[in-house]
């Protein structure tokens, strides 16, 4: 059947979504990492395409697919991340879903760490990571929307707000990954449905608990009603 304009509402569009960890290197053999799946960003960076846009998915290690029609880069590590982004500006709009490691180790060890007889573990020297989102937000090349997410356990709607203001997000996604939040077995890192809060400067929008890929499509919906009044 032929697709009316209507159904394609993101066709022109570029659009970048970061999805799943990253991973940070300790030596040849050892990664710090965290519980992120990709699900919900892919499921965002699909919808996004279904739409019509030309969807630029950066991720990290996951074990999921690649999303049909969505231009993947694969990356390990948030600087590999925030290179792989900044080389797809200048685009529309712009959705960060990775669950990027704050931080990294100093200096990666070239050889394994080996045990040594009486000296203990060794002590991990730990800095900070670049922001990727707060890059994006402040970039001169910065899309015309930009939307982060805000994984908590605690004081959820407190921390959202301050990331909206310090990263230069018009949206933050809010999302409660605490093991109480009550969603599942698995909760919402790794399983398949979230509750999330859409939080912005004209205030907070409660979404129920729903599966990731209607999260992704009402995500979508949204994304392509703010890009309505910015010229393609
Ligand atoms: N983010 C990013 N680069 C980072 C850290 C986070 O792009 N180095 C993005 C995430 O993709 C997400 C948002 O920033 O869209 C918030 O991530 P989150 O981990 O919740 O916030 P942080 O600023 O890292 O603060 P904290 O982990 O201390 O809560
Ligand atoms: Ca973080």
Known sequence: ALLGGGEKPLAGRRIIVTSGPTHEPIDPVRYIANRSSGKQGHAIAAALAKLGADVRLVSGPVTIADPVG???????????????????????????????????????????????AGEGPPALQMVENPDILAGVGHHAKRPALVVGF???????????????????????????????????EAGVMGGDRNRVRIVSKSGIEEWPEMGKDEVAARLAALIAEKLKTVAV
Do not use: C, Y
């Open 70 to 116: 969505v231009a993947t880069t694969h990356v390990e590590t948030a600087r590999q991340m925030q290179a792989a982004v900044e080389a797809l500006l200048p685009a529309d709009a712009a959705v960060f879903v990775a669950a990027v490691a704050d931080w990294r180790t100093a200096a990666e060890s070239g050889e394994k760490i080996k045990k040594v």
């Open 150 to 184: 805000a994984a908590e356990t605690q004081s959820i709607l407190k921390n959202a707000e301050a990331k909206l203001k310090k990263k230069g997000a018009d949206f933050i996604v809010a999302n409660d990954v605490s093991q109480g939040s009550g969603i599942g």
